[in-house]
């Protein structure tokens, strides 16, 4: 095998595996402090792609320029969710706050189809556009590399956030023991919403970065949803640093998946190592 095939295979891997690990941080957070699992999630990246589709085709805003609007609204998206949605049902028995995140995703998946139609979108003339990077014999797309750079940065704004500042211990407080938290004067309720609502901007940074080189459509975020809890599982529910691990080699998987296998079987093959993993290591690669 061709050394520059393989260099390529991981360069590819690596820049779309770096945009799953951003989708999958936002979800694992969530799991991470409030034990519920977001089937909501891959729905907020839709939204968000929709978003940055819109405003290119009715403003001519390039998703670049639109990235912090697109963010805001998403992380607005996100603490509606929690006020309106989970906070009413966080405390109810059994899979209930589960499954209202559930209908929530069926709810909007089927309002964007009425809304926008089922039809395949993407933006064209944008700033980044089809422009490729030549290294060597090596072909990097740019979109795709910039999406990843974007996406790694922010993936270690939210580390810094979590574990270095006062904000961030106070969400591990109420994570490790909500009633202690309370008895040291944390707002439980603004906890749960800021972490909502950082988990609703984690995917309006990928919907809008990925924008550059994706399509979109109703549907689009039932694919990535799947790949995220498949990234947060493989890493360990509530692990930022795994899920960050996991989502580049699922992406170097993918990729070569594709490559050596068939495009068709990509996914597939993610999800066999997947469960071969699982049943080596149940609690993921950093679980505890």
């Not at 912090?68 to 949605?85: E, H, K, M, N, S």
Request: charged share 10%.
């Amino acid at each position: 095998m061709d050394i520059e095939i393989l260099l390529q295979i991981l360069i590819s891997g690596l820049l779309m595996g770096l945009i799953f690990a951003l989708i999958a941080v936002g979800l694992t957070l969530i799991w991470g402090v409030m034990d519920i699992l977001n089937f909501a999630h891959g729905e907020f990246l839709m939204l968000a792609m929709f978003f940055s589709f819109w405003m290119f085709s009715l403003w001519a805003i390039d998703p670049l320029w639109s990235l912090p609007v697109t963010v805001a609204l998403l992380f607005a998206i996100g603490v509606g969710t929690y006020y309106f949605i989970i906070k009413k049902v966080l405390n109810a028995p059994g899979l209930t706050a589960l499954l209202a995140t559930f209908g929530l995703s069926i709810l909007i998946k089927n309002l964007a189809q009425f809304f926008w139609t089922p039809d395949f979108r993407q933006v064209q003339g944008a700033i980044l556009g089809d422009k490729t990077l030549s290294i060597s014999n090596l072909n990097v797309s740019l979109p795709e590399l910039i999406a990843a750079c974007g996406s790694a940065l922010i993936t270690y704004l939210v580390y810094y956030l979590i574990f270095r500042t006062k904000t961030g211990r106070a969400i591990r407080a109420a994570a490790l023991d909500r009633d202690t938290a309370l008895l040291m004067g944390i707002n439980i309720d603004r906890v749960y919403a800021l972490t909502f609502g950082l988990g609703g901007a984690c995917v309006g940074v990928a919907g809008a970065l990925l924008m550059n080189f994706y399509y979109v459509f109703p549907s689009v975020g039932s694919l990535f949803g799947i790949l995220a809890f498949v990234t947060v599982a493989l890493g360990g529910f509530g692990n930022i640093t795994g899920a960050f691990y996991a989502g580049i080699l699922i992406g170097v998987v993918e990729t070569a998946g594709g490559v050596f296998v068939s495009p068709v079987f990509k996914y597939t093959i993610v999800f066999a190592m997947y469960l071969v993993i699982i049943s080596i290591r149940p609690k993921g690669l950093f679980g505890w």
